[in-house]
């Protein structure tokens, strides 16, 4: 994306504004990132197995509400949501510094807030992803998505390059301040967005699990859409157990302070910045299909390096995987959220996101899971072994898919859905 041409969306106020709320909301979540682990382990003195269980209760809340989410964002506005949403987790993650100073945090104290901030994250995403294609109109997704994926990437280095220091001036608890007033002030720049949104038309089959149904038949018969979710469930999983012990791996193996730790997760960042900005070209060029198998096949191998790092240089060497596997990450997911975008009518968004990110991330508590009692059996350096392996192979589905050669969304694909009806706006079926 040349210089020249990246103003483009942004001139418009609206995007603008979620544009800058994306970027404090960002900071925020970038922020808890590191934090919490960091949290666990140097305050609360957390063994391998517990650190495995935050990172599986900070994403459980995708399978305790995944699905009815993107049937209940379906029925409202998607602009309130996304100020509910973080208005609430700004007050979640404040009790914690709170309850530090009030000497009283505990393990299951930091489990809670994870769930809370997890669950309360399903809603936000699940709105934000439905959000964009009315925002932004259907043929601007793909810019839209890869100037969002820039910015949340330009948060993943400056929150934890700005994390660590904090970490070591004020503690871990008390730099938890920072993401609470991140997320706060992102739900009151949602509310400064003034583009009319129409109130969804009430569906002529009442009932929750009817709609949950029709996002989860939509999904499973679309040959693409399935496959994407497929492969996401694999990457998460192993990315899940792989993260899982990533933290413990730096700090207990490489000898690694926060602000050193803070610095390998800006490196991160870095890649994940480079993959937005080159999205929209790989896209262009190789086509949205070959994009979303080919960065995890091309990048995800380069996370083997990692587990041979040893205290020295060698670490810097071995964080060049981790910054492949965020551009990687970031080019497949601006490549396949416009695809999934693309291609499903309007009054079924809040489901296909909610039944995408249901399957997709219903391996990461799992893969956390597995990553703490694999980390407590074999170590953190088998763990990461593991993961790399796993997020290499999860390129398999799409690349066996009709993703294969797949350039463009069509939305004339035959998705297998009940005869259309006007309350969803489904698609023309005809071949």
Excluded at 158 to 173: D, E, N, V, W, Y
């Amino acid at each position: 994306m040349s210089a020249s041409a990246w103003p483009g969306l942004l001139r418009d106020r609206d995007f603008g504004r979620l544009f800058a709320a994306t970027a404090l909301g960002q900071f925020g979540d970038r922020v808890v990132f590191l934090v919490l682990p960091l949290i666990s382990i140097a305050v609360l003195d957390a063994d391998e197995f517990q650190v495995g269980l935050l990172a599986a209760l900070t994403s459980a809340g995708s399978l305790l509400v995944g699905l009815p989410a993107g049937a209940w964002v379906d029925r409202v506005r998607k602009r309130s949501v996304l100020i509910v949403a973080d208005l609430a987790r700004a007050l979640a993650l404040a009790s914690v510094p709170a309850a530090w100073w009030a000497d009283c945090l505990t393990f299951w104290w930091l489990c809670t807030v994870a769930l809370l901030h997890g669950t309360l994250t399903v809603f936000f995403d699940v709105a934000y992803l439905s959000y964009v294609p009315h925002l932004v109109g259907r043929d601007n997704v793909v810019e839209g998505n890869a100037k969002l994926s820039a910015m949340r990437s330009a948060t993943s280095i400056s929150g934890p390059a700005a994390a660590g220091p904090l970490i070591g001036l004020l503690g871990a608890p008390a730099t938890l301040v920072a993401s609470s007033t991140g997320m706060a002030l992102s739900g009151l720049v949602v509310t400064t967005i003034r583009k009319h949104e129409p109130k969804p038309s009430p569906n002529r089959q009442p009932g929750l699990w009817r709609e949950i149904k029709k996002g989860l038949k939509f999904v499973l018969r679309h040959p693409a859409l399935r496959a994407i979710t497929l492969g996401d469930a694999v990457f998460n999983l192993f990315l899940a157990m792989y993260q899982a012990m990533l933290l413990v791996f730096l700090e207990r193996e490489t000898d690694l302070q926060s602000f050193g730790i803070g610095l390998i997760l800006s490196g991160m960042g870095c890649g994940a910045l480079l993959g937005a900005l080159l999205a929209t070209t790989v896209t262009k060029r190789v086509g949205q299909g070959p994009a979303i198998w080919l960065a995890p096949l091309v990048t995800c191998p380069l996370t083997a390096l990692l587990p041979l790092a040893r205290p020295g240089w060698s670490v810097g060497v071995a964080a060049t995987g981790l910054v492949a596997l965020s551009l990687g990450g970031v080019i497949r997911v601006v490549a396949q959220s416009s695809y999934q975008q693309a291609v499903t009518p309007d009054g079924l968004l809040g489901r296909m996101n909610a039944t995408a990110r249901f399957i997709s991330w219903a391996g990461i508590p799992l893969g956390a899971f597995l990553g703490g009692t694999l980390g407590s059996a074999l170590g953190a350096s088998a763990t990461l072994w593991a993961g790399a392996a796993g997020m290499t192979l999860s390129a398999l589905p799409t690349l066996l898919s009709p993703l294969r050669s797949t350039h463009t969304a069509d939305r004339r694909h035959p998705a297998a859905l009940d005869p259309p009806d006007p309350a969803t706006h489904a698609p023309d079926t005809k071949a």
